[in-house]
């Protein structure tokens, strides 16, 4: 079976849109060709900066012919008394162009009807991809878009030519008045002319006769390749920056390698202000040495070779050199004063309207600081203060501020100023390490005080959105309380802090009142509001872990206020629950619920009232069991505390075989029904098991 290529050819792509587009387009077309009955083979992905393309393995030349059942008026009505068909039979019958001895009939909630199976012949798939190809199109999703012809259809960039092929064929269709054809185009100056592709499965070799190498991951490696021969060659290695190296293969087709070189007097900046003015604007690869200190060498990749080598790197040069005599000029005004007047000129900057400036924040993080840590075992308290303090100062510094590039070394820039200011280095430390994790999956803080002024930060600002009402709804986040609270819960639990999320919010929100920040009408209710939210992120936070949601529900109902408790807690049970005791203890717990549900039991549980043998040796083994119960909970042992709980299983089954919980006799009863409880309590110290989903 052929293979059926599409490549869309355009103006230059930005680099960040293509794989996404790309990936887009194959699992597009793939779920297409099954939903119409379409064999076909696998689907790779290609991409440059000015195409997007995909080449589908072994396509059926026709879709398959498929057959629907077709429900027709109920049998009473399509057939008479004598068993003939009536009137509304055959015209049903002829409608769906079937023979009348071919009906059957079929049960349905509304009766028994009459069906026709209807044949529909399978179509062309050239004649159904021209239909389809240009809907695919118009589904691709880029961050923003462009109109640029009578249509008005939007895409990435202009569209100028498309190569739709099954096999040596063309598939014919027209998108933005561009038709699509068998020629593809090639570098934009080393092979500007089209050239005819005789067949799909030569794609990529036709395209490596044009200047173009068209799949993204030998072109990754290929540069890969070529950064790190060319950095051996000044005795260093590259920069490991996946990132980069995934940007600057979307900005060429054939990469061509340019080392180039800066003065040795820029190595006295911060490495990270060099390797930024390198990095973000001019797309360089840093080159270090084998202890990791930078070389004075960068290597750019050019796209296309050219015998103007030695210009283009004059050009690179001279453009690196201007960006770091800018970062020069900013770390010499900026190192004029220490990090400390820095911090006091946050006055002068607005946080958010009506919640005041960043000094202000500064302050609430110092309290929030010191609350934390006198929480937190071997927290050095005074640390953590002092980088509360600090850790908004380079905000104002003229590195940050400038808006360029180096806007985005916020942290890195206050731990090097802190460290020349002559800060204790853990203060610088954590200065860094407060803005950790930055997204999904970074590096979390690696020091207690680190992660003690993360916390504070993070809090601080979700509870000031929520009382300037800036609460996430729906998709909607647009200042990122989400990723600030999954960040929150990420530390806390990583780093085992046991702390109190009401006391953490309380307190925050005093803070708020005491310097008489935002309107806070019911702190009770706006209380209730955070913690709210918290809990939905941690629902969140679970579920990322493997933990199933009934699992998460039975420990919520018991206590979220210790976020690392209740995610131990979770852990636990979920490693646990597949043995068949733990099921048969969970169904026991459920006729625990079932039986309490809706009772309000006031009576004080009397031992020398109970009964029977079963309800005697049920209190008695709850009672034996209650000390180390409560031990392994102290220590968190909460493997440990399950194997504890199912020592209750056997007397809790024979207690509700033999014993008559809802006697007649009140006293009896409500006996029975405070032993009930007593044992239920004991259990809820973990989860409500009662919620647990057996299957």
């Given at each position: 079976?052929?293979?059926?290529?599409?490549?869309?050819?355009?103006?230059?792509?930005?680099?960040?849109?293509?794989?996404?587009?790309?990936?887009?387009?194959?699992?597009?077309?793939?779920?297409?060709?099954?939903?119409?009955?379409?064999?076909?083979?696998?689907?790779?992905?290609?991409?440059?900066?000015?195409?997007?393309?995909?080449?589908?393995?072994?396509?059926?030349?026709?879709?398959?012919?498929?057959?629907?059942?077709?429900?027709?008026?109920?049998?009473?009505?399509?057939?008479?008394?004598?068993?003939?068909?009536?009137?509304?039979?055959?015209?049903?019958?002829?409608?769906?162009?079937?023979?009348?001895?071919?009906?059957?009939?079929?049960?349905?909630?509304?009766?028994?009807?009459?069906?026709?199976?209807?044949?529909?012949?399978?179509?062309?798939?050239?004649?159904?991809?021209?239909?389809?190809?240009?809907?695919?199109?118009?589904?691709?999703?880029?961050?923003?878009?462009?109109?640029?012809?009578?249509?008005?259809?939007?895409?990435?960039?202009?569209?100028?030519?498309?190569?739709?092929?099954?096999?040596?064929?063309?598939?014919?269709?027209?998108?933005?008045?561009?038709?699509?054809?068998?020629?593809?185009?090639?570098?934009?100056?080393?092979?500007?002319?089209?050239?005819?592709?005789?067949?799909?499965?030569?794609?990529?070799?036709?395209?490596?006769?044009?200047?173009?190498?068209?799949?993204?991951?030998?072109?990754?490696?290929?540069?890969?390749?070529?950064?790190?021969?060319?950095?051996?060659?000044?005795?260093?290695?590259?920069?490991?920056d996946p990132e980069l190296l995934e940007e600057v293969s979307g900005l060429v087709e054939e990469p061509a390698v340019v080392v180039g070189t800066f003065d040795e007097k820029y190595l006295a900046l911060p490495k990270?202000?060099?390797?930024?003015?390198?990095?973000?604007?001019?797309?360089?690869?840093?080159?270090?040495?084998?202890?990791?200190?930078?070389?004075?060498?960068?290597?750019?990749?050019?796209?296309?070779?050219?015998?103007?080598?030695?210009?283009?790197?004059?050009?690179?040069?001279?453009?690196?050199?201007?960006?770091?005599?800018?970062?020069?000029?900013?770390?010499?005004?900026?190192?004029?004063?220490?990090?400390?007047?820095?911090?006091?000129?946050?006055?002068?900057?607005?946080?958010?309207?009506?919640?005041?400036?960043?000094?202000?924040?500064?302050?609430?993080?110092?309290?929030?600081?010191?609350?934390?840590?006198?929480?937190?075992?071997?927290?050095?308290?005074?640390?953590?203060?002092?980088?509360?303090?600090?850790?908004?100062?380079?905000?104002?510094?003229?590195?940050?501020?400038?808006?360029?590039?180096?806007?985005?070394?916020?942290?890195?820039?206050?731990?090097?100023?802190?460290?020349?200011?002559?800060?204790?280095?853990?203060?610088?430390?954590?200065?860094?390490?407060?803005?950790?994790?930055?997204?999904?999956?970074?590096?979390?803080?690696?020091?207690?005080?680190?992660?003690?002024?993360?916390?504070?930060?993070?809090?601080?600002?979700?509870?000031?959105?929520?009382?300037?009402?800036?609460?996430?709804?729906?998709?909607?986040?647009?200042?990122?309380?989400?990723?600030?609270?999954?960040?929150?819960?990420?530390?806390?639990?990583?780093?085992?802090?046991?702390?109190?999320?009401?006391?953490?919010?309380?307190?925050?929100?005093?803070?708020?009142?005491?310097?008489?920040?935002?309107?806070?009408?019911?702190?009770?209710?706006?209380?209730?509001?955070?913690?709210?939210?918290?809990?939905?992120?941690?629902?969140?936070?679970?579920?990322?872990?493997?933990?199933?949601?009934?699992?998460?529900?039975?420990?919520?109902?018991?206590?979220?206020?210790?976020?690392?408790?209740?995610?131990?807690?979770?852990?636990?049970?979920?490693?646990?629950?597949?043995?068949?005791?733990?099921?048969s203890l969970v169904m026991g717990q459920k006729r625990v619920a079932n039986i309490l549900k809706g009772v309000e039991i006031e009576t004080k549980l009397d031992k020398s009232a109970l009964a029977e043998t079963e309800?005697?040796?049920?209190?008695?083994?709850?009672?034996?069991?209650?000390?180390?119960?409560?031990?392994?909970?102290?220590?968190?042992?909460?493997?440990?505390?399950?194997?504890?709980?199912?020592?209750?299983?056997?007397?809790?089954?024979?207690?509700?075989?033999?014993?008559?919980?809802?006697?007649?006799?009140?006293?009896?009863?409500?006996?029975?029904?405070?032993?009930?409880?007593?044992?239920?309590?004991?259990?809820?110290?973990?989860?409500?098991?009662?919620?647990?989903?057996?299957?």
């Open positions: 079976m052929p293979p059926f290529l599409l490549e869309i050819g355009t103006e230059e792509i930005p680099a960040s849109y293509l794989r996404p587009a790309a990936e887009q387009m194959r699992k597009e077309l793939l779920k297409f060709l099954d939903d119409s009955h379409i064999d076909h083979g696998d689907a790779r992905i290609y991409h440059t900066p000015r195409r997007l393309a995909v080449l589908c393995e072994n396509v059926a030349p026709k879709q398959k012919d498929t057959s629907i059942l077709v429900s027709g008026p109920p049998t009473s009505s399509a057939y008479g008394e004598d068993g003939k068909p009536t009137k509304a039979a055959i015209g049903f019958a002829r409608a769906h162009g079937v023979d009348i001895r071919a009906l059957k009939t079929k049960k349905t909630p509304k009766g028994e009807v009459i069906v026709a199976e209807e044949r529909k012949k399978g179509k062309t798939t050239s004649s159904i991809l021209s239909e389809y190809v240009p809907e695919l199109l118009t589904t691709l999703y880029f961050p923003r878009t462009m109109a640029w012809e009578a249509s008005r259809f939007r895409f990435a960039r202009p569209i100028r030519w498309i190569v739709a092929l099954l096999g040596k064929k063309v598939v014919k269709f027209s998108v933005a008045d561009v038709k699509s054809g068998d020629k593809t185009h090639g570098h934009r100056f080393l092979s500007p002319k089209f050239k005819r592709i005789e067949n799909p499965e030569n794609y990529e070799k036709t395209l490596n006769t044009m200047h173009v190498i068209a799949d993204p991951e030998k072109r990754k490696k290929l540069i890969l390749s070529m950064v790190k021969k060319a950095a051996t060659a000044k005795k260093g290695v590259p920069i490991d990270d202000v060099v390797v930024t003015a390198m990095r973000e604007h001019q797309k360089y690869f840093s080159v270090l040495d084998k202890s990791g200190r930078l070389l004075p060498y960068f290597v750019a990749i050019a796209n296309g070779k050219t015998t103007k080598a030695n210009h283009i790197k004059k050009a690179h040069q001279a453009a690196l050199m201007s960006r770091l005599e800018d970062a020069s000029f900013h770390w010499q005004e900026d190192t004029k004063h220490k990090l400390e007047k820095m911090a006091k000129g946050l006055r002068r900057v607005v946080w958010q309207e009506n919640l005041g400036s960043l000094y202000d924040k500064s302050e609430r993080l110092v309290e929030l600081a010191k609350h934390i840590s006198l929480r937190i075992e071997d927290a050095d308290s005074k640390t953590a203060e002092r980088a509360a303090f600090l850790c908004k100062a380079d905000l104002v510094s003229n590195m940050v501020r400038d808006g360029k590039e180096f806007a985005k070394l916020q942290g890195v820039m206050g731990r090097e100023y802190a460290l020349v200011s002559g800060e204790d280095k853990k203060v610088a430390t954590a200065i860094y390490e407060h803005y950790l994790p930055r997204y999904p999956g970074d590096s979390l803080p690696r020091t207690l005080e680190g992660a003690i002024v993360s916390i504070a930060d993070r809090l601080d600002s979700i509870v000031g959105s929520f009382i300037n009402n800036k609460i996430p709804t729906g998709s909607e986040d647009p200042y990122g309380l989400r990723r600030l609270a999954n960040g929150m819960i990420s530390i806390i639990a990583k780093k085992k802090h046991h702390l109190s999320l009401t006391s953490l919010i309380a307190t925050d929100i005093s803070l708020y009142e005491e310097q008489k920040k935002g309107c806070i009408t019911d702190r009770n209710a706006l209380g209730c509001s955070l913690f709210g939210f918290f809990t939905s992120r941690m629902e969140a936070f679970l579920e990322e872990k493997g933990i199933r949601h009934d699992i998460t529900d039975a420990v919520m109902a018991v206590g979220l206020d210790d976020l690392y408790d209740a995610a131990e807690r979770a852990m636990a049970i979920s490693k646990f629950k597949q043995s068949e005791e733990f099921k309800e005697k040796r049920l209190f008695t083994l709850t009672k034996e069991i209650e000390a180390k119960l409560q031990q392994s909970i102290r220590e968190h042992a909460y493997q440990e505390s399950l194997k504890i709980l199912l020592l209750l299983k056997d007397p809790i089954d024979q207690f509700f075989d033999a014993v008559l919980v809802m006697a007649e006799d009140d006293k009896l009863r409500a006996n029975r029904l405070a032993l009930v409880k007593y044992v239920a309590e004991r259990f809820n110290t973990l989860a409500d098991f009662s919620k647990i989903v057996i299957e």
